[in-house]
């Protein structure tokens, strides 16, 4: 680089180097994390993400090098190019819509296009009937035209039904009137409407011959396909800039009048005939089924991004040292000099749990889109039996799962210490990126309230009717009929805490007695609103279950698990997923006696246990998440260790000392602002000697 000093080159960072701490960490596994790899995505979605990022990698376009150092308008503007050419690359190579979502995921920031994919394509694909899918699908996914979803509105969010914007249906010209009727009527936040989209689906009040229907959704033409411009009738613009998702031009409509065609309405289920007769879908919420894809995909994509920030904050605290223990050091195969962060109990303490977390989050969360795979197909044979069960699961899981990994990011970023603090870390710019995970597609405690009505409904039904209580194992609801136990007898040692499965039998009576108690409490007249609390505990307990069940599953019962040999070290991580999060729950499983004083001690004695049984592993388990470099954009992160050489490279090409190097290392400014008040004193007494 120009301007930089020639004894900067021969610096190298002091004993043991980063590489080197890594590759002993690496070598202290108990099992290979290629087979880690391929029983968490199989060889063939690894395949698919070496392909796809060997394109992106290649292409300059698609370059990361200087997303840090950009403001908004040139971060938007870099991000519109890339979807241009991740459309051009989509067609040219014919990629399907798994590498297309792969492609996505490495270029790891919404962008524009990411609603078009994301929900206007799957609410098409869902809702639209065999005539519209034909005539829509192929335009959107060949880009000819871009979607948005538009469904928030300045006045409501959560509650839908609540929506102001309507669609009259005018039966003269067989078209519908979307119309705002008020300034809260404005749709707001919609990802890709601001600049970028020409179509959204937006979700309106229906009315029909004087009679007010709710919300449905319409497809509605925004932009003109010739010149872009916003079409007479609407009001679009973007909302301005945001904490994160600064890519993405989230943006408000308002419409005045605004007349489209009778078939723009989505009608698979509910229809409205040339005459404006309604007619009602076969089950009220069978529109519920591209929301319950979006929350079954951000569970899954919630693992990923927690498993991103355990990588960063783990391989960095197998490098980084800081003080000595010869204790803590002990196993350290490295250099007997300062210890290593990762040694200390506490450090432990703070990022195991987030590895197991993540590993717990990616089994429910592949285990959501495999129910939700089943949902459709049964939905689409007429069998709507699971919808409620399924609606329910989503709604909880995607509250919980997104907490989770937005407090396990910012708990990995100040694990790193002061570097975590700088956007080379990679973990600012990504946490803010997640961020809005929690609240759009439901906020999540108002989100718990639709899985505490399907669990206090469950109760009430397994009691009035016994037969009704699922006889298959793979039901998230069937312990709440168990026979209730007043003590955790099962646990007779500190090693049966070991256990996950027994560990399983405490959470699911936690979550048992907490819904039994609310049902007793409403039916002796207590309020809905006076039980959101216990309610936002229910869900989070269920969840948690849930969260375990699955773990359990995988490290149990999962066959490719054995096959590949990692059965060992996924029941250790099961484990301590259990006691971890038992422990930071505990006042729930210890307030009815359940858990007793004495396995509360072998409980934290436990964790201690699991930690130290995780350690040779957590470099490796951490690897094989597999997340390249690439998507990391991390100097702490990188998996060849070169944290501090690559934190001097980036400080670097930072353009304020870009352009002070090219101006003798001296700072733009310095002759308006700093030179005056600097030789002021000078002028005052040219003789003192400064």
């Known amino acids: 680089m120009k301007g930089i000093p020639a004894f900067f080159y021969d610096l190298k960072p002091s004993a043991p180097q980063g590489a080197n701490s890594l590759h002993v960490e690496r070598s202290k596994a108990t099992f290979e994390t290629a087979k880690m790899t391929r029983f968490l995505f199989t060889n063939y979605l690894g395949g698919i993400v070496n392909e796809v990022r060997e394109v992106l990698e290649g292409d300059p376009v698609f370059s990361k090098e200087n997303r840090y150092y950009m403001g908004r308008s040139e971060r938007f503007k870099d991000r519109l190019a890339m979807d241009s050419r991740f459309a051009q690359l989509a067609r040219e190579l014919k990629w399907d819509d ?35 899918r034909k005539k829509w699908l192929g335009l959107a996914h060949n880009y000819r035209i871009i979607g948005c979803y538009a469904q928030t509105e300045l006045g409501h969010g959560s509650n839908v039904q609540g929506l102001e914007t309507t669609a009259t249906y005018i039966p003269e010209t067989e078209e519908f009137e979307i119309h705002s009727p008020s300034l809260t009527a404005s749709k707001w936040w919609v990802g890709g409407l601001g600049k970028t989209a020409t179509h959204a689906i937006v979700m309106a009040r229906l ?8 919300p449905h959704a319409f497809i509605v033409p925004i932009r003109s396909l010739e010149n872009h411009k916003p079409f007479p009738g609407i009001m679009v613009g973007d909302v301005g800039p945001k904490m994160g998702f600064n890519c993405v031009d989230n943006g408000f409509i308002l419409f005045n009048h605004y007349r489209i065609p009778r078939d723009h309405m989505l ?14 879908p076969p089950v009220q919420r069978i529109s519920y089924g591209t929301m319950i894809f979006v929350r079954a995909y951000l569970v899954a994509s919630s ?10 904050a783990v391989r960095y605290s197998a490098i980084r040292r800081q003080f000595t223990d010869p204790e803590a050091s002990k196993n350290d195969d490295v250099l007997k000099c300062e210890t290593a962060v990762i040694d200390y109990s506490l450090q432990q303490y703070r990022l195991f749990p987030i590895i197991a977390q993540s590993y717990a989050l990616h089994f429910s969360g592949f285990w959501m889109l495999r129910i939700y795979v089943k949902m459709m197909k049964n ?11 399924v609606h329910a699961a989503s709604s909880g899981l995607k509250s919980l799962t997104t907490t989770i ?28 990126t997640f961020l809005p995970l929690v609240t759009l597609e439901g906020d999540n405690h108002l989100l718990t309230q639709q899985t505490s009505r399907y669990l206090l409904k469950q109760i009430r039904k397994y009691k009035q009717d016994p037969t009704s209580v699922p006889k298959d194992d793979g039901s998230t609801t069937k312990y709440l009929a168990d026979p209730v136990k007043k003590s955790w007898t099962s646990a007779k040692t500190e090693a049966d805490l070991k256990n996950p499965l027994i560990l399983l039998e405490a959470f699911a009576h936690r979550s048992q007695r907490l819904v039994i108690e609310l049902a007793t409490k409403m039916a002796k007249g207590q309020t809905w609103n006076d039980s959101l609390i216990e309610m936002y505990a229910i869900s989070k307990a269920h969840c948690q279950y849930i969260l375990l069940k699955n773990f359990v599953h995988a490290a149990y019962h999962d066959k490719r698990a054995k096959a590949n040999d990692v059965s060992g070290v996924l029941i250790s991580l099961c484990g301590l997923f259990g006691v971890s999060t038992m422990e930071s729950e505990l006042s729930e499983f210890v307030e009815d006696g359940f858990v007793s004083h004495q396995q509360t001690g072998w409980l934290r004695t436990q964790i201690k246990n699991s930690l130290r049984e995780v350690r040779p592993n957590a470099v490796a388990l951490v690897d094989s998440w597999g997340i390249p470099d690439y998507v990391l954009n991390s100097a702490l992160g990188r998996y060849d260790g070169k944290v501090y050489e690559s934190m001097f490279e980036m400080a670097l090409k930072e353009p304020l000392n870009v352009n002070a190097r090219a101006h003798g290392d001296v700072v733009e400014g310095y002759e308006e602002y700093l030179k005056p008040l600097i030789q002021r004193g000078l002028e005052k007494s040219s003789k003192a000697k400064l």
């Open 98 to 132: 798994a590498r297309r979502t792969v492609g996505n995921l490495l270029i790891d920031e919404p962008g524009s296009f990411s609603l078009h994919t994301g929900m206007f394509m799957p609410c098409l694909n869902s809702q639209g009937t065999d005539e519209q």
């Open 405 to 432: 990994a937005a407090a396990g990011i910012e708990e990995c970023r100040r694990s790193c210490g002061g570097h975590g603090y700088s956007l080379f870390s990679g973990l600012p710019d990504f946490l803010n």
């Open 303 to 312: 693992a990923l991004a927690l498993a991103r920030g355990a990588t960063v």
């Open 267 to 280: 009608m698979r289920y509910s229809k409205v005939d040339k005459e404006g007769n309604y007619s009602a």
């Open 379 to 389: 939905m689409n044979d007429g069998n709507m039996d699971l919808l409620p069960e």
């Open 207 to 214: 009315v029909t011959k004087g009679k007010d229907f709710g």
